[in-house]
C-alpha cells in the first residue's frame, strides 16, 4: 500500500486507506467505469475518476503526440517523480517514452511516496506544455517529458 504522508489517516479504517477516491472532475468523460472497485487489486489506490479510456502506450503517444492531441487516452508507466509540494503533478515514464502529467484542476492528488510505483493514467493529452502549474518538475538535469497530459483519474499500484 502507498503513504499517503498524511497523519489524520491513521484514524481511517484499513479499508479507506486501501481504496480512497476522490470526488471525480466535472469535466471528466462520462462513461461506465472499466475497473469497479471489486475488480482492482486491493493495494491498487485510485484517484479521481474511474478510468474508462482507450487504452494507448506511452510510447505510441511519444512518437507522435499529436496525432493524440487533446484526446482522453489511457496510459501506463512508472512514477518517476512526483510534486513534493502538494503532489498536484508526477512523471511517469517506460521504456520508450515519458510524460509530465498534472492532475486536472488540482481538483485531486498524488501521494508525495508514488514514486517508484507503477501507475495507470486516464488524461488527455495536452497539444501546448501546461503554463498553468507553478511548481515545476525537479531540476535533475533532464529535460521534462515532452508529453504533457492533464489528469482526471489514476490508479497507483
Known sequence: MISTGAT?????????????????????PGGSASATPSALPKSTLAIGAPISAPAVALADIAKNPGSYANKTVTTSGKVTSVCQEMGCWMEIADTSGQAHIRMHGHSFFVPKTAAGHLARVQATVLSQPDESCTDSPPPTGGAVAKVQLDATGIELD
Open 8 to 28: 489524520c489517516l491513521a484514524l481511517l479504517p484499513p479499508s479507506l486507506l486501501q481504496r480512497p477516491r476522490s470526488p471525480p472532475c466535472p469535466d471528466a
